[in-house]
T-cell receptor, first 112, second 113 residues
């Protein structure tokens, strides 16, 4: 079946270092979304990318959608302790139905 | 606005018992979802409802049933709980259209012993 793979599974960084998580889909996606889940919390929407090659920024976060619409990445510049949590990508292969296929998530730990 | 409200927050069941997880949203969304989250596996879609009166199976529907009671409410039922259904369950809702941002409830942590 359709799969979305996300790496790495865990990442420990020193505060101030950069962080990147990568997402790859087995099929072309209509759009890809990114969510953040704090420990013990629920996923919270960060962004949606729709266009091939799209790049969006939110302060220190940069999101990219690949040209083939099968891969994506999230890059955090100069991590802070508030960035701690698990970051999930979620692909919608079916054309804006909202039926998302989630990656396994990348758990980020930031050492102060 | 409360957003998406799930009850209960925690539940322990014995194998073979049944229970219903309740979910309600106050954002007038058409689409609602049930996901389960297991360690290292992300969230997996159990069932999906595009609108009142319609439901559709997701990736892992076996052992579950759902009811879209009205536009606000979408319940998930376990008829005969099994230890493999120990998980954290999230209900979510979204609007259909250009941006399908999902709003999640706080989750139900279910343990089946």
């Amino acid at each position: 079946g359709q799969q979305v793979m996300q790496i790495p599974q865990y990442q420990h960084v020193q505060e101030g270092e950069d962080f990147t998580t990568y997402c790859n889909s087995s099929t072309t996606l209509s759009n890809i979304q990114w969510y953040k889940q704090r420990p013990g919390g629920h996923p919270v929407f960060l962004i949606q990318l729709v266009k091939s090659g799209e790049v969006k920024k939110q302060k220190r976060l940069t999101f990219q959608f690949g040209e083939a619409k099968k891969n994506s990445s999230l890059h955090i510049t100069a991590t802070q302790t508030t960035d701690v949590g698990t970051y999930f990508c979620a692909g919608d292969p079916s054309g804006n139905t909202g039926k998302l296929i989630f990656g396994q998530g990348t758990t980020l730990q930031v050492k102060p | 606005n409360a957003g998406v409200t799930q009850t209960p927050k925690f539940q322990v069941l014995k194998t073979g018992q049944s229970m219903t997880l309740q979910c309600a949203q106050d954002m007038n969304h058409n689409s609602m979802y049930w996901y389960r989250q297991d360690p290292g596996m992300g969230l997996r879609l159990i069932y999906y409802s595009a609108s009142e009166g319609t439901t559709d199976k997701g990736e892992v529907p076996n052992g579950y049933n759902v009811s879209r009671l009205n536009k606000r409410e979408f319940s998930l039922r376990l008829e005969s709980a099994a230890p493999s259904q120990t998980s954290v369950y999230f209900c979510a809702s979204s609007e259909q259209g250009e941006v399908t941002e999902a709003f999640f409830g706080q989750g139900t942590r279910l343990t089946v012993v």
